[in-house]
């Protein structure tokens, strides 16, 4: 079985900064890929940044030159830096593990409330 847990969310000023984890464990698992997405109340979850073990990345036009995500792969465990967050930002984030630099895979996790607000 494995587990996807993030963790980091919380609220912030616009203009701010947070930085969200993503720890996935398990029982013989392996993957190429995880990444972030965020899903706000009566919309479809969507794609924020990616990466694969070789460092490629792949961003959603709405937080490229803002967010930065990274990963370690020894720990099975990626980050996303949110910088210069706005109120549009809010909505509820979410760890991929599994897919490609372009697909999700089967693996998510709980999730983890982002709220921008002043």
């Known amino acids: 079985q494995v587990q996807v847990v993030e963790s980091g969310g919380g609220l912030v000023q616009p203009g701010g900064s947070l930085r969200l984890s993503c720890a996935a464990s398990g029982n013989s698992f392996s993957w190429y890929a995880m990444g972030w997405y965020r899903q706000e109340p009566g919309k479809q979850r969507e794609l924020v940044a990616r990466?694969?073990?070789?460092?490629?990345?792949n961003y959603a036009d709405s937080v490229k030159g803002r967010f930065t995500i990274s990963s370690d792969n020894p720990k099975n465990t990626a980050y996303l830096q949110m910088n210069s967050l706005k109120p549009e930002d809010t909505a509820v984030y979410y760890c991929n593990l599994g897919g490609t630099l372009f697909s999700p895979g089967n693996y998510w996790g709980q999730g983890t409330q982002v709220t921008v607000s002043s």
């Open positions: 990466i694969n073990k070789s460092g490629s990345t």
